[in-house]
């Protein structure tokens, strides 16, 4: 019998992609796409899709069933941003979705979880500079908040129940397929499309403020390899990097392409969330224990958003 995915949260910016992905390289048959909302055209026409919600368990518990689901990868969440707006609803959303899924397998339903935490978990105390895989985690925002405890309660089920349960913290995410999702780092998103539709882009945060990032790529590639990786017998989240840069330093890539680009500066409420988050990323564990290691750097990455934008329409 086929190893079954089920991708919950597909129609979302990693979400897209990843099942796009799965589905290249294990036939569009043995990966099920779910989502509260149809996705694109191209997620849509390339197998199957239900529609669910996240935070029903019966009717998560009935697709595993109807496709004879082994892997699920929860994909599911309010972003930072979104989060702040309505907490309660993101907290309702981010946990009730896991724990449903961490129940399901340990009935035996699934064998292999993903579940994506996020440097959100870190918070103004934690070292900024090569944030460590162990250190101090005090974040200030729900979606934080939200990661940091559900990082708990996979390491919980991991322990008590032999949960196979996997994590990575994400970085800001970039991709030119799928619009982001309301979170903090979405900036390294818009400016590129801003440059090409009006030559111009208005920053929500500061010139100088540096995060972690990573182009969609890298991302979906460190997924699939830890999935399928041997992995040490206790949980953890590990820490991933690829590249971290600032407004400014993007800003310039851009102008290397196209020399007219301008940017300002106008922080507002995202900026506070920005500064709780680290500058840089040490994921020496993620290396050592299955050998992660990305490949796009900030100019290849605008290189391909830009042309693959311009090809998409998007004018300059």
């Known amino acids: 019998m086929n190893n079954i995915k089920l991708i919950i949260g597909a129609s979302g910016q990693i979400g897209t992609e990843l099942t796009l992905y799965l589905r290249q390289i294990h036939g569009n048959s043995s990966v099920i796409a779910s989502d509260i909302r149809e996705g694109n055209i191209e997620l849509m026409q390339s197998g199957s899709f239900e529609l669910l919600d996240a935070t029903d368990k019966n009717s998560i518990k009935t697709i595993i069933e109807k496709y004879h689901v082994s892997e699920v990868y929860l994909m599911a969440a309010m972003l930072s941003v979104t989060a702040e707006e309505h907490p309660k609803k993101a907290w309702d959303l981010n946990m009730n979705s896991l724990l449903h899924i961490l129940e399901l397998a340990k009935e035996g339903m699934v064998k292999k979880v993903f579940w994506p935490s996020s440097i959100a978990v870190f918070g103004k105390s934690t070292p900024h ?3 460590p895989q162990k250190t101090i985690m005090e974040p200030t925002t729900v979606y934080g908040i939200s990661k940091l405890a559900g990082e708990r309660w996979c390491a919980y089920y991991k322990n008590k129940y032999n949960v196979d349960i996997r994590s990575i913290r994400y970085p ?4 030119w397929k799928t619009k982001p999702g309301g979170g903090t780092t979405d900036y390294a998103v818009e400016i590129y499309h801003k440059a090409l539709s ?6 929500f945060l500061a010139k100088d403020t540096r995060l972690p990032m990573m182009y969609m790529d890298d991302a979906v590639a460190a997924t699939v390899k830890l999935m399928s990786a041997d992995l ?5 989240s590990y820490n991933i990097s690829a590249i971290n840069f600032t407004p400014n330093e993007i800003a310039k890539s851009i102008q290397l392409h196209i020399p007219n680009f301008e940017i300002s500066y106008s922080p507002d409420f ?11 990323i040490n994921d020496s564990q993620a290396k050592k224990d299955w050998n992660w290691k990305p490949v796009f750097s900030l100019e ?3 290189t391909i958003m830009l042309e693959s934008l311009e090809k998409r329409n998007v004018k300059r």
């Open 232 to 236: 040490p017998k206790t949980y953890i």
């Open 129 to 131: 500079i090569n944030t």
């Open 300 to 302: 290849k990455m605008t």
């Open 270 to 280: 995202r900026q506070e969330i920005a500064d709780s988050w680290p500058e840089s």
């Open 172 to 175: 800001g995410i970039i991709s």
């Open 198 to 203: 009006k030559g111009s882009y208005d920053c």
